[in-house]
């Protein structure tokens, strides 16, 4: 089992940029996907941004592509997300999860550890 502690969340005006953290303790393997998901009010839960561990490849949704970034410290064992021109429809609860999968997913029935959450709210 891995811990997952999401920090970064708050308010933030449309176009403006906001960076989440990750921080991850237990034990974690080279092979794991790391991913972000969001919830929106009467929403479900979503896909957004994905990284591996080792290799550092990433996959993201469409709706994220050019404007956010997933990033990794192995050293600190921390995952990042950069989102930059934010828009009002990004407003959600945002998510940190971990996949044992070897294949990128976007299915949260394939993610067996989380965070608590932290607000992102986009002011237009």
């Known amino acids: 089992q891995v811990q997952l502690v999401e920090s970064g969340g708050g308010l933030v005006q449309a176009g403006g940029s906001l960076r989440l953290s990750c921080a991850a303790s237990g034990r974690t393997f080279s092979s794991d996907a790391m991913a972000w998901f969001r919830q929106g009010p009467g929403k479900e839960r979503e896909f957004v941004a994905a990284i591996r561990w080792g290799n550092g490849i990433t996959y993201y949704a469409d709706s994220v592509k050019g404007r956010f970034t997933i990033s990794r410290d192995n050293g600190k064992n921390t995952v990042y997300l950069q989102m930059n021109s934010l828009k009002s429809e990004d407003t959600a609860v945002y998510y940190c999860?971990?996949?044992?999968?070897?294949?990128?997913?976007?299915?949260?029935?394939?993610?067996?550890?989380w965070g608590q959450g932290t607000q992102v709210t986009v002011s237009s």
């Open positions: 999860a971990r996949s044992r999968l070897p294949v990128f997913t976007t299915s949260p029935k394939e993610y067996d550890s």
